[in-house]
Nanobody, 122 residues
Framework: QVQLVESGGGLVQAGGSLRLSCATS????????MGWFRQAPGKEREFVAA????????NYADSVKGRFTISKDSAKNSVYLQMNSLKPEDTAVYYC???????????????WGQGTQVTVSS
């Protein structure tokens, strides 16, 4: 059974930072693109960032470009999302996901974590 386990969410003031972590198996980590998505109350789940398993190329939503950074650590089979200059509109449940093919489209992702809440107060 594939597991993606997120951690690192919490409550932070606007302008602050948080780092989300996503741990998975070596099999998934070495063969799947890894992405972060978020879903705010009453809204669709949206793409945030992704990193290619083969090239480590990264891709970001325009709304987070320059503020968020996705990275990975092969020794820990983990992917991270460093979030800086957080805004109240970043408040959402953040999900880690794995895709055999594709980066930005949530329909291309095969496995999902349980999500972690990020709340940014103004």
């Amino acid at each position: 059974q594939v597991q993606l386990v997120e951690s690192g969410g919490g409550l932070v003031q606007a302008g602050g930072s948080l780092r989300l972590s996503c741990a998975t198996s070596a099999y998934i980590f070495s063969r799947y693109n890894m992405g972060w998505f978020r879903q705010a109350p009453g809204k669709e789940r949206e793409f945030v960032a992704a990193i290619s398993w083969s090239t480590s190329n990264t891709n970001y939503a325009d709304s987070v470009k320059g503020r968020f950074t996705i990275s990975k650590d092969s020794a820990k089979n983990s992917v991270y999302l460093q979030m800086n200059s957080l805004k109240p509109e970043d408040t959402a449940v953040y999900y880690c996901a794995a895709a055999k093919d594709g980066l930005r489209l949530k329909g291309r992702y095969d496995y999902w974590g349980q999500g972690t809440q990020v709340t940014v107060s103004s």
